[in-house]
């Protein structure tokens, strides 16, 4: 069965940290590039970072550039996201996806953890 587990969530106050989780189960991590989502009340779901196999390339959404790491220990088939310099703007539903990296349209969400920055 395949899970996506995301953890670390919460309310912290402008310029804080935040370190999410996800934990995957079920399918070969090391054979699927990673990414962080996340959604806003009233907005589209919008990519914020994504790592490739094995972490050798990482990008990010201009808007957590400096600010948010994408890391990845497929030993521990989990996937991180370390955010620093929190805004309110940063606060939404952060979701973490599997994809493929050979097969099309293989892919799997997890079903989200709420990140909430305000004083």
């Known amino acids: 069965q395949v899970q996506l587990v995301e953890s670390g969530g919460g309310l912290v106050q402008p310029g804080g940290s935040l370190r999410l989780s996800c934990a995957a189960s079920?399918?070969?991590?090391?054979?699927?590039?990673m990414s962080w989502y996340r959604q806003a009340p009233g907005k589209e779901r919008e990519l914020v970072a994504v790592?490739?196999?094995?972490?050798?390339?990482?990008n990010y959404a201009d808007s957590v550039k400096g600010r948010f790491t994408i890391s990845r220990d497929d030993a521990k088939n989990t996937v991180y996201l370390q955010m620093n310099s929190l805004k309110p703007e940063d606060t939404g539903a952060y979701y973490c996806?599997?994809?493929?990296?050979?097969?099309?349209?293989?892919?799997?969400w997890g079903q989200g953890t709420q990140v909430t920055v305000s004083s």
């Open positions: 079920g399918f070969t991590f090391s054979s699927y590039a």
């Open positions: 790592i490739s196999r094995a972490g050798a390339a990482t």
């Open positions: 996806k599997a994809r493929h990296i050979a097969i099309w349209g293989r892919e799997y």
